[in-house]
């Protein structure tokens, strides 16, 4: 079953504008991270922001926020200001583990295409 | 430390023939994660270390694919009787403990 879902395989977004990719996970451990990862055209994978499924505040790295929902689990990415060179492909990932254990992986969703417009 | 390190960076193999990626992690991450991307996919699981210890192997992985980390440092992936179905980028990433994974360049492996 599919744990990570992003349901836009591509966006457009003017350049200065704010855009959201949608993410939404699904898992029954109580304890999980969510990440963003950039991937572009070069392809090396970059981290972007984390959030643990206990974390009361919403994460933020400079233009790059997270909006966690846990009720609805979702944990979409807000970039403000895009830039030309925000135009990648972006990932939502999720760290899932067993409780009492260390046990731990991460997963990634299908991704989703963003192109910043001039 | 320079961060993860994946050698080699491109292969090209004739189908039928085994191949073996290396991947050194970041210093002291306890994690290591092999996956495999395909164009405009994400990556996908295949294997996790945690330690020397291998956790997790992807059901998706045939017994044709092997992965080893000797002493919790650097880590293999065997791929044998290669497949045309089997070119892709491998992606190895470490992390230590709870935080973020960081990735190597990846090996693309083309299967001809």
């Known amino acids: 079953a599919q744990k990570i879902t992003q349901t836009q395989p591509g966006m457009f977004v003017q350049e200065k504008e704010a855009v959201t990719l949608d993410c939404t996970y699904d898992t029954s451990d109580p304890s999980y991270g969510l990440f963003w990862y950039k991937q572009p055209s070069s392809g090396e994978m970059i981290f972007l922001i984390y959030?643990?499924?206990?974390?009361?505040q919403n994460a933020t790295e400079g233009r790059y926020s997270l909006n966690f929902q846990k009720a609805r689990k979702s944990a979409n990415l807000v970039i403000s200001a895009s830039q030309l060179g925000d135009s990648a492909m972006y990932f939502c990932a999720m760290r899932e583990g067993r409780e009492g254990t260390s046990y731990d992986k991460v997963i990634f969703g299908p991704g989703t295409s963003l192109s910043v417009i001039p | 430390d320079t961060g993860v390190s994946q050698d080699p960076r491109h292969k090209i193999t004739k189908r039928g023939q085994n191949v073996t990626f290396r991947c050194d992690p970041i210093?002291?991450?306890?994690?290591l994660y092999w996956y495999r991307q395909t164009l405009g996919q994400g990556p996908e699981f295949l294997t996790y270390?945690?330690?020397?210890?291998?956790?997790?192997k992807s059901r998706l992985l045939s017994d044709r694919f092997s992965a080893e980390r000797p002493k919790g440092s650097f880590s293999t992936l065997e791929i044998q009787r290669t497949e045309q179905g089997d070119s892709a980028m491998y992606l190895c990433a470490s992390s230590l403990f709870v935080a973020e994974a960081f990735f190597g360049q990846g090996t693309r492996l083309t299967v001809v």
């Open positions: 210093s002291e991450h306890n994690r």
């Open positions: 959030q643990g499924s206990y974390d009361q």
């Open positions: 270390f945690q330690n020397e210890a291998q956790l997790e």
